[in-house]
């Protein structure tokens, strides 16, 4: 098979984890490390990371 035909791989990326966030939130103000307030338009909260780590671990048992 010709290498430059082969497709790229699909970067397998993991959810967010609070360690990830380094700065404070600016809108929410939620601490460094933290996830975003309920309240908060553009944070990233518990319930996304937890539908992420469902959706990484079933793309891992698909492959």
Same mark, same amino acid.
């Given at each position: 098979?010709?290498?430059?035909?082969?497709? !790229?791989?699909?970067? &397998?990326?993991?959810?967010?984890?609070? +360690? =990830?966030?380094?700065?404070? /939130?600016?809108? /929410?103000?939620?601490? +460094?490390? &933290?996830? /975003?307030?309920?309240? /908060? !338009? #553009?944070?990233? &909260?518990?319930?996304?990371?937890?539908? =992420?780590?469902?959706?990484?671990?079933?793309?891992?048992? +698909? #492959?």
């Amino acid at each position: 098979m010709d290498p430059q035909r082969i497709p !790229p791989a699909e970067p &397998t990326l993991r959810p967010f984890v609070p +360690a =990830d966030f380094d700065e404070a /939130c600016e809108d /929410c103000e939620a601490p +460094a490390g &933290t996830y /975003c307030r309920p309240h /908060c !338009p #553009s944070g990233y &909260t518990a319930d996304e990371a937890r539908r =992420d780590a469902v959706l990484a671990a079933a793309r891992r048992q +698909a #492959s």
